[in-house]
């Protein structure tokens, strides 16, 4: 590792094949989201050789820590009848796939097992893992919302596997509810789950707020769209959630990183400006520092206007610096 790494900037974390899960040119969730990202990054100096990490290795077992057998197969044979260049639904939900995507989803959890590498081992004290397909959808035996695999759940169940980590926090500030990371982790109170997202819209989980009593594992805020719905989130982020993450302790905090809650995405009613993500990721530090420096991996989820995936990573990349 060279010696010049400032101390605080992020690992950089990519998927090599991330092109080859080739949705057609007008699917939102598009590889152009990953472009313009790594593409911002490198421009302001956030990403460079020593920093930036693209993943070609896979993690074989990844899958089944959080996906039964039964859907895995399924996932696998679903793209494996594909020809090269078709375009297929994905018979659980609405999941494009083609020919590749078992394979590139797999790379995607790589990724991410490889970020919590670099943080677990201190070569980083935090990581950005920018992979699609997006994973917090995903449930344990079905795929939907152009999720196929849950990242951020097998990066979380990784981390107590193969780092002995007990308790994992799962910041999810993405615009919708992730109802895979919930059903996945329902019944196992060493993963908080911690979820604001839109009121009223897709998947359609969540929508009861659940601050929960202390002690309780699962957080979901539902908010309004709308232009009150920035103060809200920064509200939480900034003046509620440090508690709640001081009381739980956890050794390592995962973010499920959508920036889809961005005023210019076309999917939703949130607000937030670019620069509230790097608020939101400097809130995150401060917490961590009170945490013995519990490391922070942060995984993409969605986000679907290019401007404002552009400025939002580069300023969550920088909170991490301040
Ligand atoms: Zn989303």
């Not at 790594?38 to 089944?64: D, M, P, Q, T």
């Not at 989980?205 to 103060?231: A, D, Y």
Request: glycine share 8%; aromatic share 8%; hydrophobic share 40%.
């Amino acid at each position: 590792m060279p010696q010049n790494i400032p101390l605080k900037l992020p690992a950089v974390v990519w998927n090599g094949r991330y092109k080859a899960h080739a949705v057609p040119k007008q699917h939102p969730e598009s590889s152009h989201r990953v472009d313009v990202i790594l593409e911002a990054l490198k421009k302001n100096k956030l990403l460079s050789e020593e920093n930036g990490v693209c993943v070609w290795r896979k993690y074989s077992h990844g899958l089944r820590l959080c996906h039964s057998k039964a859907y895995v197969e399924l996932v696998e044979k679903a793209c494996a009848s594909l020809n090269k260049g078709e375009v297929a639904f994905l018979p659980t939900g609405d999941v494009t796939i083609v020919r590749e995507s078992f394979s590139v989803a797999q790379d995607a959890v790589s990724s991410v097992c490889l970020g919590i590498d670099l943080v677990m081992q201190g070569d980083f004290p935090s990581a950005f893992v920018v992979v699609r397909p997006p994973g917090h959808h995903a449930e344990s035996e079905k795929g939907m919302g152009f999720c196929l695999f849950n990242n951020v759940a097998i990066g979380a169940r990784y981390a107590q596997h193969a780092w002995g980590k007990s308790r994992v926090a799962i910041i999810d500030w993405d615009l919708h509810h992730g109802n895979g990371t919930e059903e996945i982790f329902l019944k196992d109170p060493s993963i908080l789950y911690v979820s604001t997202h839109q009121r009223g819209i897709y998947p359609g989980t969540g929508q009861e707020e659940v601050r929960g009593k202390k002690g309780e594992h699962i957080i979901n805020i539902p908010i309004e769209g709308g232009p009150s719905s920035r103060s809200a989130l920064l509200d939480f982020y900034l003046n509620e959630l440090p508690e709640r993450l001081l009381e739980f302790k956890p050794e390592l905090i995962l973010i499920s990183c959508g920036f889809d809650a961005h005023k210019l995405d076309p999917l939703g009613g949130f607000t937030l400006e670019s620069e509230d993500y790097g608020e939101m990721t400097r809130a995150l530090v401060k917490i961590s520092a009170s945490l013995s420096n519990c490391p922070i991996v942060s995984v993409l989820e969605g986000g679907y206007n290019l401007d404002a995936l552009r400025e939002s990573s580069v300023a969550h990349v920088l909170g991490f610096m301040h």
